[in-house]
T-cell receptor, first 115, second 118 residues
Framework: AQSVTQLGSHVSVSEGALVLLRCNYS??????LFWYVQYPNQGLQLLLK??????LVKGINGFEAEFKKSETSFHLTKPSAHMSDAAEYFC?????????????FGAGTRLFVKA | DTGVSQNPRHKITKRGQNVTFRCDPI?????LYWYRQTLGQGPEFLTY????????KSRLLSDRFSAERPKGSFSTLEIQRTEQGDSAMYLC????????????????FGAGSRLTVL
């Protein structure tokens, strides 16, 4: 079965600082991995996805994530935080084996950006 | 296309009452998912449909919960005899069938239906 662990329920950075949100996954087969973002009072939207092509994935708003199979990680980064990045971020895994069409989400990391 | 639409956005009910939520997915998406999200948690999978067939239900879903997608278009999620523990945001998402369209495997979410059980 697939699972996702996000390290840190809250992360606080200063505007202009590096953003690093950690995600580790568990999957018995090569997974599809995603980061979704949820802004206040809005639905979840896709930030980026990994589907076995390039291991470094670029997403919207300057975010990127690197798939590291040896570490079973898919950490999300952004070189310079902006106030508008304040939101909740969810890492998710989707299995590709039989019965694995559901996407499993981590508990989320809330990002705070200080002026 | 206007995206995934959910109604009502907010529902306040008394314990023991029945509630129903509706989801209208993106029209060309064959798969439709229901999730539940509580404060401080990620979306928790409840069930999903491919066209009108309900292919998987979470073991966490009690018998008080039922979902339908009768014509393979919109879906309803009904909760009978609501309990205070049912208070949550109920999220609907849809996706195209894997491998047939761009964006396959990607979920498009609605804004959610917030349930408060008093």
């Amino acid at each position: 079965a697939q699972s996702v662990t996000q390290l840190g329920s809250h992360v606080s950075v200063s505007e202009g600082a590096l953003v690093l949100l950690r995600c580790n996954y568990s999957s018995s087969v090569p997974p599809y991995l995603f980061w979704y973002v949820q802004y206040p009072n809005q639905g979840l939207q896709l930030l980026l996805k990994y589907t076995s092509a390039a291991t470094l994935v670029k997403g919207i708003n300057g975010f990127e994530a690197e798939f590291k199979k040896s570490e079973t990680s898919f950490h999300l980064t952004k070189p310079s935080a902006h106030m508008s990045d304040a939101a909740e971020y969810f890492c998710a895994v989707r299995g590709v084996q039989a019965g694995g069409f559901k996407t499993i989400f981590g508990a989320g990391t809330r990002l705070f950006v200080k002026a | 296309d206007t995206g995934v639409s959910q109604n009502p956005r907010h529902k306040i009910t008394k314990r023991g009452q029945n509630v129903t939520f509706r989801c209208d997915p993106i029209s060309e998406h064959n798969r439709l998912y229901w999730y539940r999200q509580t404060l401080g948690q990620g979306p928790e999978f409840l069930t999903y449909f491919q066209n009108e067939a309900q292919l998987e239900k979470s073991r966490l879903l009690s018998d008080r919960f039922s979902a339908e997608r009768p014509k393979g278009s919109f879906s309803t999620l009904e909760i009978q005899r609501t309990e205070q523990g049912d208070s949550a945001m109920y999220l609907c998402a849809s996706s195209p069938i894997q491998g047939t369209q761009s964006g396959a495997n990607v979920l498009t979410f609605g804004a959610g239906s917030r349930l408060t059980v008093l």
